[in-house]
């Protein structure tokens, strides 16, 4: 084959000036054609239309349109799905209106043990926290395992030893949970005085009315997914209980091959059930779209096995799906289009 000639000095200023337009034309063009997508959940449960003051739905619907349109913004300024998921989650754990950081709910001895993880889909490195009382941002914790330790979970006393070693900031165990918090486990503890103690099925009537772990999933300009959760965990939990929040693959998931996935609900059952893996395995394995597999998993599946909950998911087009099960679940997205979309019931689409 013959070589190309070199380019003159004056040839190859001509050649580097249309390369250089050329990249420039292919960015632009790359981030028209890239789209951006950016979904939340503040939880979900038998938040119902009736139970709930139009001042505390009002509350809910704000929060969750601040929230998503930061994410968001994090998206449209180039930033990465990591960034935004991050961002986001820790708004929703400084509110004190979600169970996760500040407004997480109340353990059977009156504390609150907090779990997190996030799930880089462009490498599918992960982290979590399990079981912390001291660290005021736990997805910050499940940040810094996934980039700066060799592991994937830390627990309890461990992950705090490892947060405030990477500078992270560490709270007194009193800074968490709420008024509210107190009065459902009350609550809770009442009604579960009715029933029997060993039961993986539990009635709906005894799970708590506010699930609410919060969750974002991501897809930015460099076409790369991310997922995240965060939870106070389940009221009245005991022995050290850990839900599905920071376990890969049943709470968080995210490869950019199929989709990012943060769920909410019930845990021991996202758990048995490996919800959020199932829905990327259905899409690989099976070739389901975002909303067949989500559809499948969250409406059929956890549904015949009597999990309560829902999940927030991404696909690398920017398609979002957001199935319950439950009567409700707090949610919001920004799609391809730009639009906010804020719901809590069903009715709200
Ligand atoms: N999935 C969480 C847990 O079981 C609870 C929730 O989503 O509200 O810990």
């Given at each position: 084959m013959p070589l190309t000639p070199l380019p003159s000095a004056l040839s190859r200023r001509a050649f580097l000036t249309a390369t250089a337009a050329t990249t420039v034309f292919a960015v632009i063009r790359g981030a028209e054609a890239k789209p951006i997508a950016f979904a939340i959940h503040g939880g979900a449960g038998g938040i119902s239309k009736d139970s709930t003051p139009p001042e505390r739905e009002?509350?809910?619907?704000?929060?969750?349109?601040?929230?998503?349109?930061?994410?968001?913004?994090?998206?449209?300024?180039?930033?990465?799905?990591?960034?935004?998921?991050?961002?986001?989650?820790?708004?929703?754990?400084?509110?004190g209106v979600f169970n996760a950081g500040k407004g997480s709910v109340f353990t059977s001895a009156g504390t609150?043990?907090?779990?997190?993880?996030?799930?880089?889909?462009?490498t599918r490195a992960a982290g979590a926290v399990a079981g912390v009382k001291r660290i005021k941002n736990p997805i910050r914790a499940a940040r810094a395992v996934m980039e700066r330790s060799p592991h994937v979970l830390l627990t309890g006393v461990g992950a705090e030893t490892f947060a405030a070693e990477q500078g992270l900031t560490l709270v007194s165990p009193k800074y968490f949970g709420t008024e509210e918090g107190r009065r459902e486990l009350e609550r809770v503890k009442a009604e579960e005085s009715k029933r029997p103690k060993v039961a993986q099925s539990v009635p709906a009537e005894a799970l708590p009315r506010k699930l609410g772990t919060v969750g974002a999933v991501a897809l930015d300009a460099q076409g790369n997914l991310a997922a995240g959760t965060s939870t106070g965990g389940m009221t009245n939990k005991r022995f050290g209980r850990v839900g599905d929040a920071p376990i890969i693959?049943?709470?968080?998931?995210?490869?950019?091959?199929?989709?990012?996935?943060?769920c909410t609900g019930h845990g021991e059952y996202f758990i048995r059930s490996v919800v959020a893996h199932d829905v990327a395995a259905l899409m690989a394995y099976k070739g389901l779209s975002l909303a067949?597999?989500?559809?499948?998993?969250?409406?059929?599946?956890?549904?015949?096995?009597?999990?309560?909950?829902?999940?927030?998911?991404l696909d690398r087009a920017g398609n979002i799906a957001m199935p319950f099960n439950s009567p409700g679940m707090f949610r919001a997205a920004i799609g391809a289009d730009g639009k906010v979309f804020v719901g809590i019931y069903r009715e709200d689409g």
């Open positions: 009002a509350l809910y619907r704000a929060k969750l349109a601040a929230v998503v349109t930061a994410g968001h913004n994090v998206l449209k300024r180039g930033g990465s799905a990591l960034d935004a998921v991050v961002t986001a989650i820790v708004m929703m754990e400084d509110s609150c043990e907090l779990d997190a993880s996030i799930m880089d889909g462009a693959g049943a709470g968080t998931y995210a490869d950019n091959a199929t989709c990012a996935i943060s067949e597999a989500t559809q499948e998993v969250v409406l059929r599946k956890l549904v015949a096995f009597g999990g309560l909950g829902g999940l927030v998911a």
